[in-house]
Every structure is written in structure tokens, then in C-alpha cells.
């Protein structure tokens, strides 16, 4: 990771569960990272806790609101101004609404679109907007994806979202051969989790925190860290090594 230091990362989604891990593992291996989110008083929390851990990297915490693509132009153009650029983009940022295909409701279904797909893309394009107008050639543009996105979770709540997570499969792909059009050796990765101990369940069933809270009692699951480490060890693969995707999930976990 020393080729990484002092330089510029952008986590979405970096308040809580695995933006907020992987927020603080790129701080403490020295990056400077913009963590951003809708509401930033967690951020901030973990920014000081930082700070206060003798980090030698920095957090900054930024407002932006991932479904309104204004808000997310803004914030590309604030990180040009005071951090000249982002080298390394993480879009973690995501969400789950029960919505099932036959049922579910048009809003929550656009909502999932416009976070998990169009948000991913936005930030993907901007990124590397930035990092080819400074002539970054070793910029990394990392994707969290789900298991979801690579088989149909046999539950109607989650289907729409498994659809999302299909389509950061082919994007992440589509990128690749983009940069690989481009000449350059940016390079695109996914992680793809299984069940992960966050508070995603608990947005996700959020009318029923009991069905939220068996789905973590029942096996031992991932920890936010363990994705950390799984963004770590990408970043710290040598340039000439592209990792495509990483699929992890608990041991214990059946599907």
C-alpha cells in the first residue's frame, strides 16, 4: 500500500458498515479519503477517532446525496478544488427496499436504480474524468457488489435488488474493456459479499427488525473489516495485476 500514500480515495456510502471499515483502513494506511453520505455526523465521529488513533492519513467528510446526480457533480468538483483529483474510487454506496417484481412499488424499485446502478456509473465516469486529466494512469475504480449479483437470491424482497447487483457485474466488466480501449492501466475490481454483519438488514427489513436480526444470528457472517482487507489487498496487488472480482462469503453461508 506505500504507492498510496497521501493519495486521494472516494468512498460512497462511508457513515456506516463497510464504507465507514473501509473509510478507516484506507486512513490508516495514509490515504486521504473523502467519505461521503447523506448525513455526515458519523463520518465526522470516525474522522476524529482517526485523528485521535494517530493515523497517519486523513478523513474528510462530505454531504451528498447519491440519487441526485447535481449533488454528486458538486462534490467531484469541490475534491478538484481541494485535494486536486481522486486516484482511487469506491462505490460502496447501496441499498435493499422490499419491493418483489409482481408487487413491489415503482419508487423503491427507482430508488435502487438510481443509488446501485446510475450513482455507480456517475461516480465511475467522474473519476475517471479526473484521474485522465491529471494523467493518472494507476487509478483504481473498485465497485461493491453482492453474491446477489452473480445468482438470484430465492427470495421475492430481494430480487429487484439481485438485478441491480447483475448489472454492477456487467458494468464493472463493461469498464474494464473501456480502460483497456483507453490505452490506460487504470484498473476495475468488484467485491462481491455475502452476508455481512452491517445495518444493511436492518434498512433492509426495517418494519421488521426481528426477521433483520435472525438473517445475522443464524450463521457467523462477514465483518465490515473483512471487505476492508479484501479492498486492501486489491489496492496492494502489483500494477500489472488486475483483480476482476473477489466473491467471499461466510463459510457457514448456504447459497
Request: net charge negative.
Amino acid at each position: 500500500m506505500e504507492r498510496w500514500k497521501g493519495r486521494v480515495a472516494l468512498v460512497t456510502g462511508a457513515s456506516v458498515g463497510i464504507g465507514a471499515a473501509v473509510a478507516r483502513a484506507l486512513v490508516q494506511q495514509g490515504m486521504r479519503v473523502v467519505g461521503c453520505a447523506r448525513s455526515v455526523e458519523k463520518i465526522e465521529k470516525l474522522a476524529a477517532e482517526c485523528q485521535s488513533a494517530g493515523y497517519s492519513g486523513t478523513l474528510i467528510p462530505y454531504k451528498c446525496d447519491l440519487s441526485n446526480e447535481e449533488e454528486i457533480l458538486s462534490m467531484f468538483s469541490a475534491i478538484k478544488t481541494q485535494h486536486k483529483g481522486v486516484d482511487v474510487c469506491i462505490n460502496n454506496a447501496g441499498l435493499a427496499h422490499n419491493e418483489p417484481l409482481l408487487s413491489g412499488k415503482t419508487e423503491g424499485w427507482r430508488n435502487m436504480i438510481d443509488v446501485n446502478v446510475l450513482a455507480l456509473s456517475i461516480c465511475t465516469r467522474e473519476a475517471y474524468k479526473s484521474m485522465k486529466e491529471r494523467n493518472v494512469d494507476d487509478g483504481h475504480i473498485i465497485n461493491i457488489n453482492s453474491m446477489g449479483g452473480h445468482r438470484m437470491v430465492p427470495s421475492a424482497d430481494e430480487h429487484f435488488y439481485c438485478a441491480t447487483k447483475y448489472a454492477v457485474t456487467a458494468l464493472t466488466e463493461g469498464i474494464r474493456q473501456e480502460l483497456r480501449e483507453a490505452n490506460t492501466h487504470i484498473r476495475a475490481t468488484c467485491i462481491s459479499p455475502g452476508i455481512v454483519e452491517t445495518e444493511f438488514a436492518f434498512r433492509h427489513h426495517n418494519s421488521d427488525p426481528e426477521k433483520a436480526a435472525s438473517v445475522y444470528e443464524s450463521i457467523k457472517c462477514l465483518k465490515a473489516e473483512d471487505i476492508a482487507s479484501a479492498i486492501t489487498y486489491v489496492l496492494s496487488a502489483p500494477p500489472h495485476v488486475q483483480i476482476g472480482d473477489v466473491q467471499m462469503r461466510p463459510v457457514e453461508q448456504v447459497s
